[in-house]
């Protein structure tokens, strides 16, 4: 039995189109499904849901969100990090 190491990048591929939670900088968190991303973490996300204090400000069709902005990204189910 081996144990193979996963790389964040591995990671974030097992959970496209999967629900995640992107928390900005500025304290506004998206919610929707992770559709794609790149080597710069700009991130797109499907069903998109603004919320700013909790509470829910925008729905957007699709949004893209560069990664120089984000703070943390969490997969609703699986993981957090910042």
Known sequence: MSLRKQTPSDFLKQIIGRPV????NSGVDYRGVLACLDG???I???QTEEYVNGQ???KYGDAFL???NGCSSQNRKLWSVC
């Open 66 to 68: 560069r990664g120089n």
């Open 21 to 24: 939670v992107v928390k900005l």
């Open 40 to 42: 710069y973490m700009n």
């Open 56 to 58: 829910l400000k925008n």
């Open 44 to 46: 797109a996300i499907e």
